[in-house]
Each structure stands twice: as C-alpha cells, then as structure tokens.
C-alpha cells in the first residue's frame, strides 16, 4: 500500500510532500518517474545563457573596434548581466525529488505585487554532498495564487518545513 502525500499546486505542476521526500510532478498522481533519478536540465539554460554572452561578447567588441561606443557599453552590460545570473545559477538544481533527510533549509519568500510569485526557495545536498538550491514556485495571481500559497505555506508548517 502506498503512502499518500500532501500536495498543493505549483507554477507547472504539484508538490506532493512525503514523510521521507519532497515530488515536483507535473500531474496530479505520482508515479514510478519519482523513484527514478532525473537530469539536472538547469545546465541546458547555462549553456544557452553561455552562447549567448559569447554572442553578445562579440557584439561588444565589434562595436567597440568600430568607434561605437553606445552599443559597446550596452552588449557589455547584457554580457555583464548574463555572466552575473550564470556564475548565481550554478548550484541551482531542478531535480524533482528531493529527500528530506538532505533538506538544509527551506525558506518563503512572498509574492511582489504585479512583479513576482510567491516562491520557496529549498536549499539541500544532492548525492554527491553538494550544497544546491530547488526554487519551488507557486503559481500566480492569475491562477487563484493567494489562495494557493496560504495552502502551500499552511502545509509546510503543518510537516515542519518552514
């Protein structure tokens, strides 16, 4: 007999919070896919991201070879911007399964009106002892999201997360 698990809604899916692990899916049910061991596939935006400072890089140069100063200066910010969400996105993780026992610390941080969701953001170990970061978001203001984070949050206090 399987166990059952809260759950409440996420930006994509569910989280459904087990006595031994936390499941991100993106359905209702929790299937066999929780035991298995998934891609980190947050290393595919840090290569896109990658490409696209070496584009912009480029950018910059010819134009700073060229005399134009203003794009120089403007591609350099956006290298400088990628560069900055790259080296802070290198110990994020999108792993669905998380265990509790590697649980370090969950934080909550609140939606900014017409800005921002609501989000939890979940700091652990992954298998290797590395210290990385799952971002749990929440859905939205259009998806009835103040109701949905009051019932994110409630449950996590209710299991001791938070």
């Not at 290198?90 to 370090?104: C, D, F, K, M």
Request: hydrophobic share 45%.
């Amino acid at each position: 007999m399987k166990e059952s698990a809260k759950k409440f809604r996420t930006k994509t899916g569910y989280c459904h919070v087990f006595s031994d692990k936390i499941v991100l899916t993106t359905s209702e049910t929790v299937g066999e896919f929780s035991e298995m061991v998934a891609s980190n596939t947050i290393h595919r935006v840090l290569i896109i991201q990658g490409l696209i400072v070496v584009f912009l890089g480029y950018s910059a140069f010819t134009n700073f070879s060229s005399g134009n100063m203003v794009f120089g200066f403007l591609w350099s910010f956006f290298v400088l911007y990628f560069l900055y969400n790259i080296v802070n996105s290198l110990n994020n993780s999108a792993t669905p399964v998380i265990y509790r026992s590697q649980i370090e610390e969950i934080t909550f941080v609140p939606a900014v009106k017409m800005l921002a969701r609501a989000y939890f953001s979940v700091r652990f170990k992954d298998e290797e002892g590395v210290s990385k970061k799952r971002l749990i978001l929440l859905p939205g203001s259009l998806n009835k999201g103040a109701v949905e984070t009051e019932i994110a949050v409630n449950m996590m206090k209710e299991e001791g997360l938070l």
